[in-house]
T-cell receptor, first 114, second 114 residues
């Protein structure tokens, strides 16, 4: 069964360092999402891609976060510099279309900033 | 603005007992509604979704949910829970013109008593 892949699964870093997360969506899925899930809360959308284009990054803290999906397949989310408040689970999801198609989630990357 | 409220942070039920998880939404138009489940260390899995039509929706793993417009609710139910149902459950509403942006509630953690 096709799955969304994410790496690493866990990342510990010190504040002010740079971190990067990678996501490989299900093959053929044009839409890719990055979510941040703070402990005890639901996921919050950071950025949405349709192919290689950003559709929505209104909640992405652009002073320190960046995301790219250069070839419209896999994607990288970067934080530079990391802050203590960035400690969270970062989830990637993909869907066939940007409409009401089901979003399939990866296992997430748990980030701890010390 | 769209929002989702899950009033119960944590629920414990006995194995074999019935379950109802509450969800209230705020949305100006006909909502697209979802329930997701998240097991420890894993990503989110879609249990069921409501877009239109029959207000009682059947999902996977024996779950169902009922859309009640008059109460702005979309409660999740299961007649008999199993120990494997212990997880975090998220209600969500699809926002935007194509409902591609999903707004999640804060989740309800379900524990099963042997």
């Amino acid at each position: 069964e096709a799955e969304v892949a994410q790496s690493p699964r866990y990342k510990i870093t010190e504040k002010s360092q740079a971190v990067a997360f990678w996501c490989d969506p299900i093959s053929g899925h044009a839409t890719l999402y990055w979510y941040r899930q703070i402990l005890g809360q639901g996921p919050e959308l950071l950025v949405q891609f349709q192919d290689e284009s950003v559709v929505d990054d209104s909640q992405l803290p652009k002073d320190r976060f960046s995301a790219e999906r250069l070839k419209g397949v896999d994607s990288t989310l970067k934080i530079q510099p990391a802050e203590l408040g960035d400690s969270a689970m970062y989830l990637c999801a993909s869907s066939e279309t940007s409409g009401t198609g089901e979003q399939f989630f990866g296992p997430g990357t748990r980030l701890t900033v010390l | 603005a769209q929002s989702v409220t899950q009033p119960d942070i944590h629920i414990t039920v006995s194995e074999g007992a019935s379950l109802e998880l509450r969800c209230n939404y705020s949305y100006g138009a006909t909502p697209y509604l979802f329930w997701y489940v998240q097991s420890p260390g894993q990503g989110l899995q879609l249990l069921l979704k409501y877009f239109s039509g029959d207000t009682l929706v059947q999902g996977i793993k024996g779950f169902e949910a009922e859309f009640k417009r008059s109460q702005s609710s979309f409660n999740l139910r299961k007649p008999s829970v199993h120990w494997s149902d212990a997880a975090e459950y998220f209600c969500a509403v699809g926002a935007g013109s194509s409902a591609s942006k999903i707004i999640f509630g804060s989740g309800t953690r379900l524990s099963i008593r042997p």
